[in-house]
Each structure stands twice: as structure tokens, then as C-alpha cells.
Nanobody
């Protein structure tokens, strides 16, 4: 299956931390770089961060650089997004997806998105 499952969302106050998790079928996780995307109310889905297959390389959208950390555990078919220092503008539904191995492309590979996980940051 190509089912992606996100979890870990919740409500936090500005400055607090939150860690999101995403699981995917092993056949997908082992063969692809992975990334996180988010969509705020009234806005289109945007790229947030990505990580190479080996985990050695990462890319972040400028707005989260220095605040978020993406990581992965291939043995568990799981990719994480540690939101170390949250801000109200981070409020959105977060989704994961496989991404182009050329991380600078910042585009998802699958059209079937998961349900996403809601993150709400209060000021």
C-alpha cells in the first residue's frame, strides 16, 4: 500500500516543542527520500523539510531553518519532524510524503496523501 500515516500533532504554546511522526510501507520508505509538507487554513500546501534516503542530507524551507529538525529511522519506516521552537505561524495540518531524490526539487512523489496531523501553536 501507499498509505502514509502522520501522528503526534497537538496544541502547544509559542516556544514549546512538538515532535511529529510519519510511517509508510517499507517498500516506499527504503527507496525514497522523505519530506514534510503543511497546509494552513486558506493557504496552499507548502514544503517544510526533506531528508535523503541515508539521512545524511536535509533541506528546510527558510521559515523553519534553525527551529525544526527532520530525521528518519529506516528500520522503523518512520520519519520525524521535531519542531524545537514553535511559532503561531506554524499552525497547520502537517503531511508527509516521499520526495524527489534531488532534495532541491521539493516536490512530493505520491498523489495519495495521508490524513495529516493538526498542529496548533498559541501565542
Amino acid at each position: 500500500q501507499d498509505r502514509l500515516v502522520e501522528s503526534g500533532g497537538g496544541s502547544v504554546q509559542s516556544g514549546e516543542s512538538l515532535t511529529l511522526s510519519c510511517t509508510a510501507p517499507v517498500r516506499i520508505f527504503r527507496s525514497n527520500a522523505m519530506g514534510w509538507f503543511r497546509q494552513a487554513p486558506g493557504k496552499e500546501r507548502e514544503f517544510v523539510a526533506s531528508i535523503s534516503w541515508s539521512g545524511a542530507d536535509t533541506v528546510y524551507v527558510d521559515s523553519v531553518k534553525g527551529r525544526f529538525t527532520i530525521s528518519r529511522d529506516n528500520s522503523k519506516s518512520t520519519v520525524y519532524l521535531r519542531m524545537n521552537i514553535t511559532k503561531p505561524e506554524d499552525t497547520a495540518v502537517y503531511y508527509c510524503n516521499a520526495v524527489n531524490p534531488l532534495l532541491r526539487i521539493r516536490r512530493p512523489l505520491f498523489n495519495h496523501w495521508g490524513q495529516g496531523t493538526q498542529v496548533t501553536v498559541s501565542s
